[in-house]
């Protein structure tokens, strides 16, 4: 798995089509490399969404992270201000753009992420987790049904990616 996975990496790195090799390798090499977690949903602007009892965490995957590349200033709203599903809550300015991000859910924003404004790089390390953006108190739960799950997710990432 790890020969597979540098292999992988090293190709992409470079820019290699696997799909032409003289020798063909008894496995596959995927393009797609990010990490998509099982239990949070997804929205195709690339947000994912972690409901917990009545709050739900926001922020962005790590496939948005990765193709951002490093990640050196964050915007995020005020706390006590609302969202709508698909409307822009801030941004995230990298070396290469500056990207809105898309709350994936209405709701009132009831806490942000503080450690953002002086560590935006949390972002690229840990986007699941440390990096998370906002938390929100869904007015409609329900929106959550509209997202993609983690395979349907990872389908749309190689879609997306092999365009």
Not at 41 to 54: D, F, I, L, M, Q
Not at 74 to 82: E, W
Not at 96 to 110: L, R, Y
Request: charged content about 20%; overall charge negative; some cysteine.
């Amino acid at each position: 798995m790890a020969l597979r996975m540098w292999a992988s990496s090293t190709a992409n790195a470079l820019r290699i089509s696997t799909t032409n090799n003289i020798i063909a390798p008894s496995f596959s090499i995927s393009r797609c490399f990010s990490t998509v977690i099982d239990g949070l949903r997804y929205a195709s602007s690339h947000e994912w969404v972690k409901h917990e009892g009545s709050v739900a965490t926001v922020g962005i995957t790590d496939h948005a992270q990765d193709h951002l590349g490093e990640v050196v200033f964050v915007d995020l709203p005020d706390i006590g201000g609302s969202v709508s599903q698909g409307s822009s809550f801030g941004a995230v300015e990298s070396v290469k753009a500056t990207s809105d991000i898309n709350c994936p859910i209405s709701g009132e924003i009831v806490e942000v992420n503080t450690k953002l404004s002086e560590t935006p790089g949390l972002i690229n390390s840990s986007p699941y987790e440390d990096g998370w953006m906002i938390k929100v108190k869904p007015s409609s739960p329900s929106e959550l049904e509209s997202l993609m799950g983690s395979k349907e997710y990872t389908k749309f990432c190689e879609e997306e990616d092999s365009h």
